[in-house]
């Protein structure tokens, strides 16, 4: 023997003794976990559940490609199997619940900005009053799309992410469920004290005897039952996993139905102050936001006139100014020649006409002023709407006079007056002239004046509430400061040099409303119902599996044993299982135990210990 033959031979032993044991803990795993064809559950304690199930010894990210071949043909194997398997492990990331769970967090999170920011799909004017205010944050804002969350593309993608991901796993989950359904129960598992429930005793009724009671009993219980290798073979609970893909079904079907709901939605925006109308055609809106498949040319005819608004505060209290009555009161009518119809429209009760659907959104105050030029001319008359900045109703605008305005001279000439209103004025020296409550308990307008160029003509779009003064110059008062004044109603701002005049005449108030056509709501709201209802179902509904088993002892007798295995770990298993034994007792009727005056039923399985995966399977 040569002196390297001994530690070859000794690594030959090393080598020889570790396959040994790595096919003797193969063989345990199998023996423990039940899946050969001896172990103790076998298929007794399989698919109790739906759920998807890790593969054992799954390759990682790197190593899909596996072995390269040398040359180009092995390269391009390699490559190929490498991308197959990155987009083999990326589907089975995304379509885990895990994942879709994540995603619909994400979707939940991102969600949250489209209620604290104003969105402009909602109310135009406030998300533009939101930016005037926050002035060094809109840029940041307008860049993540936060003004318009649901249709920004981050928003889109955790929502299209979330489709597929739901789609993945509804897909295996009901065709493995459909599977089990068409299946029979499982047969009893050889060793029935090693489940967590069981029961057993003596009888002197013969073994077909106690399974055809064991079947009925069942049966009336709504189990499925089979019989099989002498023994009752039962199963319940296929609700749990109803609930469970209903479930998912219900978000699949949620998403749906907001999906539809944005391709054929379209809404608009109107002000209206109190006396004024409003026709459902393009023309009209303020501002109109199409859908993908609905249009201008889908609008339906009808139409509602503000008849008056009704608004009372609380005043006293920490409540107060806080709204407690907030109506609209409306005709509306259907189609050209419809019959005006007596309504009203509130916060949380929209009018439903034809599908279509009209919010109320806002309200404020327009001040009627009459405007009149050097020569005692009527130029402008009427209320303008201003619109708010505070929660007491401090409301800031701008009176625009473009036609028929003559000065001292006779030339023409623009004017504009820009300032605040505030339905019950006070004026100190921190926030000056504003709103201590929302009421018209003391309505004053405060207005600056200007003439020059508004620009209107230029066929550039200006928004009607603010004014762009470059080309503007502002009036003097006598000692050479800007020209101002606090108006109370019935009050006259004269111009200098005889330029005419403005009175304040009264006050009206306005009311904003959104006209939306969204299909799917329905659909969404049954969605949501199912949703909640298969989630109780998920969580109240046990899934169970019975073995009733009765056997010739050595005795002659009639061993019967009842055993019960649940999907989750439960105590209910064990009462059903005490249950059914105590009902089985007038069938089978319980014998003496010969080994002692204590025995008869033993229902402790655990002084023989169980294997580590025995037991509820999730």
Not at 102 to 129: H, R
Not at 387 to 400: A, C, Q, Y
Not at 549 to 556: F, I, K, L, S, V
Request: glycine share 12%; charged share 20%; proline share 6%.
């Amino acid at each position: 023997m040569s002196t390297e033959s001994g530690p070859k031979a000794a690594r030959g032993a090393a080598e020889r003794a570790i396959e040994d044991r790595a096919a003797e803990d193969r063989a345990t795993d199998v023996r423990e976990t039940g899946s050969g064809a001896d172990g103790d559950l076998g298929s007794a304690g399989a698919q109790l559940s739906t759920a998807p199930v890790e593969e054992l010894g799954q390759v990682v990210p790197g190593s899909f490609g596996g072995v390269r071949r040398p040359g180009w043909r092995g390269t391009v194997g390699w490559t190929l199997r490498e991308c197959f398997g990155w987009v083999r492990w990326m589907w089975r990331q995304l379509t885990s619940m895990r994942i879709a769970l994540i995603l619909l967090f994400l979707l939940s999170m991102a969600a949250i900005p489209g209620s604290l920011v104003p969105q402009t799909s909602v109310d135009e004017v406030k998300a533009q009053a939101w930016k005037d205010v926050h002035p060094n944050a809109t840029p940041v804002y307008e860049t993540l799309g936060l003004f318009h969350v649901y249709s920004s593309p981050w928003f889109s993608a955790i929502y299209i992410l979330l489709f597929i991901s739901l789609a993945g796993c509804i897909l295996p989950r009901s065709w493995q469920f459909v599977g089990q359904l068409r299946s029979r129960p499982p047969a009893a598992p050889r060793n029935l004290t090693r489940l967590p429930a069981y029961a057993t005793w003596r009888t002197a009724a013969g073994e077909d005897e106690v399974l055809d009671a064991a079947q009925k009993l069942m049966r009336g219980r709504r189990f499925r039952t089979h019989r099989v290798g002498g023994a009752v073979a039962s199963e319940k609970g296929f609700l749990r996993e109803a609930g469970n893909l209903m479930f998912h079904l219900a978000l699949f079907g949620l998403l749906i139905s907001f999906a539809v709901g944005s391709l054929w939605k379209g809404e608009g925006g109107k002000l209206i102050v109190e006396g004024g109308g409003f026709s459902n055609n393009l023309t009209q809106y303020d501002d109109f936001k199409p859908g993908t498949f609905y249009t201008a040319d889908d609008l339906d005819p009808f139409g509602f006139s503000l008849d008056s608004f009704e608004a009372t505060y609380a005043r006293t209290g920490p409540q107060k100014g806080t709204p407690r009555t907030f109506r609209a009161n409306i005709h509306y009518w259907k189609g050209a020649d419809g019959k005006p119809v007596k309504s009203s429209i509130e916060v949380n009760k929209p009018l439903e006409i034809d599908g279509e659907t009209v919010y109320l959104i806002g309200h404020g105050y327009a001040p009627v002023v009459t405007v009149k030029d050097a020569r005692g001319t009527v130029v402008y008359q009427g209320p303008t709407p201003f619109l708010p900045s505070d929660g007491s109703l401090t409301s800031r605008g701008v009176v625009k006079v473009t036609d028929n305005y003559r000065n001292k001279a006779g030339g023409k000439d623009q004017l504009a007056f820009s300032g605040i209103f505030a339905p019950t004025m006070v004026i100190d020296n921190i926030q000056g002239p504003h709103s201590v409550f929302p009421a018209l308990d003391r309505p004053a307008l405060i207005l600056t004046a200007y003439h020059g160029d508004l620009g209107m003509d230029s066929g550039l779009p200006q928004n009607v509430y603010q004014l762009n003064d470059k080309k503007m110059k502002q009036y003097k008062a006598a000692d050479g400061q800007p020209l101002r004044q606090v108006l109370a109603v019935g009050q006259v701002l004269q111009l200098p040099d005889g330029g005419g005049s403005i009175r304040f005449d009264g006050v009206k108030t306005w009311a904003s409303f959104q006209v939306s056509h969204q299909v799917g709501n329905g659909w969404a709201l049954g969605s949501a119902v199912a949703a909640i209802l298969g989630l109780a179902g998920s969580l109240f509904i046990q899934r169970r599996r019975v073995w009733i088993r009765a056997t010739a002892g050595a005795d002659g007798v009639t061993v019967v044993e009842v055993a019960g295995l649940g999907r989750s770990e439960s105590a209910k298993i064990a009462d059903e299982i005490g249950d059914l034994a105590y009902q089985l007792l007038p069938d089978a009727p319980q014998l003496p135990d010969p080994s002692g005056p204590g025995g008869g039923t033993a229902t402790d399985p655990s002084e023989e210990p169980l294997l580590p995966d025995e037991g509820a399977r999730a």
